[in-house]
């Protein structure tokens, strides 16, 4: 697959039936989400469409990669897929509150066929920047390596997905047993 080079896109312009983007996304490119995760593949893959829509972009299209991640529980690397479909609207005028809607008199905000929308003053929209921080904000907050890791024994570490340990699990405190002892002083 060829390499997408296009990254910066005056909207003024993107033709009446739009720009296709179709190509990959090096990993070098991707330097915010390269220090977020632990691993990257070659890169991402974009099949995506930017069309005119009104006063308003619109960019819709697939992407396809895989990142890795470390898992919170038992500190093993697993693969997390980027795949989605994206539909974005991009505003290149962010000061603008209300949209024409050219099939009705007055104006209509128009943008409300779309998962979110980026602004892009100056009339000029980074790919590159938009998509990674989409894929940023995808990213788990907590990532898992499966929904029933196990994760690892705090007393000898050992990864209990991989082997059993013969640890007892240590005795928790509740912070309530203060309150229990002020019953039995009583």
């Not at 005056?10 to 977020?36: C, K, S």
């Not at 390596?145 to 082997?163: D, F, L, M, Q």
């Amino acid at each position: 697959m060829r390499e997408l080079r296009e990254s910066i896109i005056r909207l003024a312009q993107v033709p009446p039936e739009g720009l296709l983007f179709q190509g990959l996304i090096p990993a070098r490119r991707l330097t915010r989400l390269a220090d977020a995760v632990v691993g990257m593949g070659e890169g991402v893959e974009v099949d995506l469409r930017l069309k005119p829509n009104n006063d308003a972009y619109l960019l819709h299209g697939n992407v396809r990669g895989a990142v890795e991640l470390e898992c919170e529980s038992c500190r093993t690397p697993f693969r997390c897929p980027l795949a989605a479909t994206l539909n974005l609207s991009i505003d290149p005028n962010p000061e603008q509150d209300l949209y024409r809607d050219p099939t009705q008199k007055g104006e209509v905000w128009v943008i409300d066929h779309s998962d979110e929308q980026i602004e892009a003053p100056e009339g000029y929209f980074d790919l590159v920047e938009a998509l990674e921080d989409e894929w940023l904000l995808e990213l788990p907050i907590s990532p898992r390596c499966a929904e029933a890791c196990k994760g690892i024994c705090p007393v000898c570490g050992t990864n209990r997905n991989e082997a059993e340990c013969a640890c007892s699990p240590a005795p928790r405190e509740s912070p309530f047993d203060v309150l229990a002892q002020l019953k039995k002083d009583k």
